[in-house]
């Protein structure tokens, strides 16, 4: 379920742009609890790039993090059938 908010979320932010919570629950119509976690779990994993002691954001790179998981699960189940 985070996953899918944090894609969400991601999907909705323009590359280079920088935002704010408040800017991200707004375009997104989310709690700020949801919109807190959802960056926390894109910042750990490198999809955005967190500023300010985690209060601005910035997307980084193009691949969702959908689509990041669905390539590591084909790779994984991939390598498990050789």
């Given amino acids: ?3 899918d908010w944090a894609d969400e979320i ?5 590359t280079g742009k920088y935002y704010s919570i408040r800017d991200l629950a707004n375009l997104t119509d989310q709690p700020n609890m949801s ?8 910042s750990k994993y ?4 967190s500023f300010a002691q985690a209060e601005i954001f910035t997307k980084m790179g193009k691949l969702s993090p959908a689509k990041s998981a669905q390539l590591l699960t084909s ?6 059938r050789r």
């Fill in 1 to 3: 379920m985070q996953q």
């Fill in 10 to 14: 991601w999907s909705k932010m323009e």
């Fill in 35 to 42: 919109i807190i976690d959802s960056m926390r779990f894109l």
């Fill in 75 to 80: 790779m994984i189940q991939l390598s498990i």
């Fill in 46 to 49: 490198g999809f955005v790039r």
